[in-house]
């Protein structure tokens, strides 16, 4: 069974950061690239950033700058840290592969950024 887990999320304030961490089995994050994505309610959801184990990342335009995804193979961990957030980026952010495992969407973590 597919096991991705995120954490990280929370209220911040405009121009804040926040670190997102994604744990994966073992069994998928060797094989795949992780990826974040993100979707707010009535919305499709959306590739926020992706990196495969060979070191290959691309970024959502609104991400590139602002966001740096990460990975630490060892412990099956993925990392999104996000700096100078924007309302605009209020929702919740999910982990999973790149393309994504239709079984593998997990409970997410809300972030939330207003003043």
């Known amino acids: 069974q597919v096991q991705i887990e995120e954490s990280g999320g929370g209220w911040v304030q405009p121009g804040g950061s926040l670190r997102l961490t994604c744990t994966a089995s073992s069994r998928i994050f060797n094989l795949w690239a992780m990826a974040w994505y993100r979707q707010s309610q009535g919305e499709q959801r959306e590739l926020v950033a992706s990196?495969?184990?060979?070191?290959?990342?691309q970024y959502a335009e609104f991400a590139a700058g602002r966001f740096t995804i990460s990975r630490d193979d060892a412990k099956n961990m993925v990392f999104l840290q996000m700096n100078a957030l924007r309302p605009e980026d209020t929702t919740v952010y999910y982990c999973?592969?790149?393309?994504?495992?239709?079984?593998?969407w997990g409970q997410g973590t809300q972030v939330t950024v207003s003043s």
């Open positions: 999973n592969t790149n393309p994504p495992l239709r079984d593998a």
């Open positions: 990196a495969s184990g060979t070191g290959s990342i």
